[in-house]
């Protein structure tokens, strides 16, 4: 904790690891939600399908 974080240096882009390591679990997580399907009551209807 007393030390400096490691960069990661990538052309102009310059990412402190522990960043970089946020920035790729908050992208994981994005991809999951749009991937991932809405829950849903089974055995219900919804409003449009009852009228």
Do not use: C, E
């Not at 522990?18 to 209807?45: Q, S, Y």
Request: hydrophobic share 45%; net charge positive; glycine share 8%.
């Amino acid at each position: 904790m007393d030390s400096p974080a490691p960069y990661f240096h990538w052309g102009f882009i310059l990412f402190s690891v522990p960043n970089l390591v946020v920035t790729g679990l908050m992208l994981a997580f994005f991809g999951v939600a749009l991937i991932a399907p809405f829950p849903t009551r089974h055995g219900t209807k919804s409003k449009k399908q009852n009228q």
